[in-house]
């Protein structure tokens, strides 16, 4: 009986059921780029955010993104974003998009993507990237 209990138990910290914690998969879909450019592009009400900081993002990005550096104000970010837009992060390789899209999850939003392994997987499959300059507005 109490082998048991030992494997029980070891099941339930393995799958994190333990810990009552929701398995990021749950609260957003980190999508290779291909697949992240195909479900940005048939939404209706998604919006593009590169989480990098802004001298990053003046040198490159994906097209029509906007830049909302994961270190910024993000509560007052997630304030004045609709809960119905659908929000796809990128950063440089991944880990700050997913950083901020679980962020997103907590306060309510629902349709969050994260572009798995950043733009640099982006550049590597060799898909579009904008290289105008911009201003801090």
């Not at 479900?39 to 989480?51: E, P």
């Not at 900081?53 to 909302?68: G, H, L, Q, T």
């Not at 550096?69 to 837009?85: A, E, R, V, W």
């Not at 962020?103 to 105008?132: H, M, Q």
Request: glycine share 6%.
């Amino acid at each position: 009986m109490k082998s048991i209990t030992i494997i029980f138990m070891l099941i339930l910290a393995l799958s994190g059921i333990s810990n009552g914690q929701t398995p990021d998969s749950l609260k957003f879909k980190s999508l290779p780029p291909i697949e992240f450019e195909i479900q940005y592009s048939k939404c209706q009400k998604g919006i593009l955010i590169d989480v990098r900081e802004f001298f990053e993002f003046k040198k490159i990005r994906i097209k029509n993104a906007i830049n909302m550096p994961s270190s910024g104000n993000l509560q007052h970010s997630s304030d004045t974003i609709s809960k119905t837009n659908s929000l796809f992060f990128y950063c440089t390789s991944g880990f700050r998009s997913k950083r901020v899209a679980k962020f997103f999850y907590e306060k309510g939003f629902t349709n969050l993507y994260s572009l798995d392994g950043g733009i640099v997987a982006w550049r590597k499959e060799k898909l579009p990237v904008d290289r105008k300059k911009v201003r801090r507005k």
